[in-house]
């Protein structure tokens, strides 16, 4: 029922989504097909092979690559090629050898174990996908919280305990909660995580498709900038003046792009000057000289503290944004900072 309700949900926008999101409506419908298969299973316990079965099989070897495309879509944006859907192979494959042998328990044995390999891999694959456009977002923008880093924490999450539990599953084998209450116990937690995963996946505006495009288009409005600066160590230090000078860090929209700009250099430079050099992400390099001057704000003698205001002065673009920058820079939550200094 939860992913069917979710399948309406996403099959009413199918048009106006995404490029991901529909990906993603096509991995809900699996889902559903999958639990479908399930239910029929525990109501009438066939002995023989059947068109269910079969579905089912497809449906169990298909649902993680599937999900895989869909976080390589978002990760990889127009980079990301329909033979990518290869991954859907081996659920074709073991399905029509299945059919043809009547369900012959080598082959579904066999199943299980490429089941068993598909989560591993999708798991590995797919955290290190996440995690490095993460990485070039943080290393982009000076305020990354609204383009789905939250959301895809939330997404990586959800995959570790698919992982876990489908493995334990895996394992156990259906066969197992047949004519039990402690079916029960799968289908909660399932349904549980599948909700988590449709909703945060609902509310992702952002994928690497629209980052590719700010890209572009930040490139084509400095076209006519030299490359110059190629040193990391003076290019960073030519970095911290004009952040200092121009005060570019206060600016809550502050990009890689725009920094590259104001130093006479492009993007690819000023990151990896700041990633060798500083020892920093763009994102970490501006919030940390963002920090510095929300304490000289705070120790002020006049003036507004009302710390909501300073954070926006500040450049963030939330008070929950400045506080996690404010404990990772300094230890301390704002208003343990304060306590200190005044002790």
């Known amino acids: 029922m ?45 002995e023989s092979y059947g068109a269910v079965d079969a579905l089912y099989m497809f449906c169990n070897l298909a649902v993680y690559p599937l999900f895989y495309c869909y976080i390589l879509m978002l990760t990889k944006g127009d980079k990301f090629s329909f033979w990518s859907l290869m991954v859907l192979l081996p659920s074709i ?59 895809t924490s939330v997404l990586l999450v959800n995959v570790v305990f698919f992982v876990v539990l489908s493995s334990i599953a895996n394992v156990i084998g259906r066969d197992a909660f047949w004519g039990s209450l402690l079916i029960g116990i799968p289908s909660l937690v399932f349904s549980g ?22 890209i572009m288009e930040d490139e084509a409005s400095s076209s006519d900038i030299p490359l110059v600066g190629r040193e990391d160590v003076q290019l960073e230090a030519r970095i911290a003046s004009a952040m200092e000078e121009k005060k570019l860090y206060l600016l809550p929209g502050l990009k890689i792009s725009d920094v590259a700009l104001a130093v006479g250099s492009n993007r690819t430079y000023v990151s990896n000057a700041l990633n060798s050099v500083a020892k920093m992400s763009f994102t970490d ?59």
Not at 27 to 35: D, M
Not at 101 to 126: D, S, Y
Not at 193 to 214: C, G, N, P, T, Y
Not at 324 to 340: C, D, I, N
């Open 93 to 151: 494959v073991f399905t029509v050898i299945a059919l043809l042998t009547g369900g012959h328990p080598a082959v579904l044995l066999a199943a299980k174990a490429v089941f068993a390999l598909e989560v591993i891999l999708v798991a590995i694959f797919g955290l290190i996908s996440l995690e490095k456009f993460n990485l070039e977002v943080r290393n982009y923008y000076s305020n990354p919280e609204n383009r789905m880093l939250r959301s």
């Open 193 to 214: 995580l599948l909700f988590a995963v449709f909703h945060v996946s609902s509310r992702i505006r952002f994928s690497a498709s629209d980052f590719q495009k700010e």
């Open 285 to 343: 390099y501006v919030n940390s000289r963002r920090i510095e001057y929300a304490k000289s704000r705070m120790t002020e003698p006049e003036g507004n503290k009302v710390l909501a205001n300073i954070a926006a002065e500040s450049g963030f673009s939330s008070f929950p944004s400045f506080y996690r920058a404010f404990v990772k820079f300094t230890g301390y939550s704002p208003s343990e900072w304060l306590k200190k200094r005044k002790v």
């Open 2 to 46: 939860v992913c069917l309700v979710w399948l309406v949900i996403y099959v009413t926008d199918y048009h106006e989504a995404t490029r991901p999101r529909r990906l993603l409506t096509y991995f809900v419908l699996v889902c559903t097909l999958l639990y479908f298969c399930h239910a029929w299973y525990f109501l009438t316990k066939e």
